[in-house]
């Protein structure tokens, strides 16, 4: 590894002395402005090796940002004066993509807002709609909030509640790894929020021939347990799934935010909610119609993931369930979400 000093300006490298010297003189000059001693790093990579920075901070080394798989090609990059080293992690989970939700407006470089009127296939009964009223970030959280706001569109089609879907197709997708959610769900009748994942090229046909991955569902009106799920066989109407519910010892997920997890490899998924283990489903247990030669499709190709809130549908058995139950009073109701935080293993 190589350690070059530099100077920035707002992270522009600048390594020749007298453009520094004007530089710190312009800076005093400037309001906002300010000079400040860099490191460029380079290193060489190995292609599929995980590498992670990290910078000394009194007698501890601590990781430098997210972890970088090996393209073969050296990696370079500045960053503020100190002593850095390279490790190369192994028989472990690399954090590869987070979004901490730390600013004050969706990351757009990460997520996708969805906009459409069909409800889902599931008779939902919900618009999901771009303006931020429906999803924004504040204090630190993701919010997606389910109004009773009426919604038509050019087609004449007309849902009664309007909410938000993001997703990071085309910005994040992976094949195989840990998904971390730690999110606080809302509770109401009819109200349905999910964190899942579709494949981002559906290469065995239509839904669900190209597999669907549920991580966290939960039903407004009842709170004191979360579902997972796997949609896989054949399109529909050929298609099959294995569902699990995960009961919670004492509070319920809407009173407190808890900590979704899923481990995907090539042969099993598992599920976790706060550390502890759900369910594990094996290659044995799924299949594809349009690949049977093939014992891990359709889980053997990039997801993107996707998170919602629903209202209605199939997922609710009884139309006593339905959120046209609740008093108008009740609404907004809104899904938090702390993190998500995408890991892939390190052999």
Known sequence: MQLVQHYTITSVPLSIALLFAILQAVACAEPGMSVSPAVEVKYATEIGKYYQLQ????????????????????????????????????????????????GD???????????????????????????????????????IAVHRDPHTTSDG??????????RTQKRGEWQYGRFEIRAKMPNGQGIWPAVWMLPTESKYGGWAAGGEIDIIESRGNAVDETTGALHFGGAWPR???????????????????????????????????????????????????????????????????????????????KTDQRADQIAPDAFPQTFQCDYVRVYQWAD
């Not at 430098?64 to 100190?82: E, N």
Request: aromatic share 18%; hydrophobic share 30%.
């Open 55 to 102: 910078t000394k901070k009194g007698d501890l080394w601590t990781n430098v940002g997210l972890g970088v798989r090996g393209s073969g090609a050296p990696f370079t990059g500045f960053f503020p004066a100190g002593d850095y080293r390279v490790t190369s992690p192994s028989q472990t989970w690399v954090m590869v993509w987070t979004d901490e939700f730390d």
């Open 105 to 143: 407006t969706l990351d757009f470089t990460k997520w996708e807002k969805e906009e459409n009127n069909y409800g889902g296939g599931n008779n939902e009964r919900q618009a999901y709609r771009t303006d931020p009223k429906y999803c924004f970030v504040r204090d630190g959280f993701l919010n």
């Open 239 to 317: 298609n099959t799934y294995l569902a699990h519910s995960y009961k919670f010892p004492a509070k319920d997920a809407a009173e407190d935010f808890h900590v979704y997890a899923l481990e995907w490899t090539a042969d099993e998924i598992k599920w976790f909610v706060d550390g502890k283990l759900c369910k594990t489903r094996t290659k044995e247990e799924w299949f594809c119609e349009t690949a049977k030669e093939n014992p891990r499709a359709p889980y053997d190709q990039p997801f993107h993931l996707i998170i919602n809130l629903a209202v209605d549908g199939r997922f609710f058995e």
């Open 157 to 166: 089609k007309t849902q009664p509640y309007s909410s938000a879907r993001i």
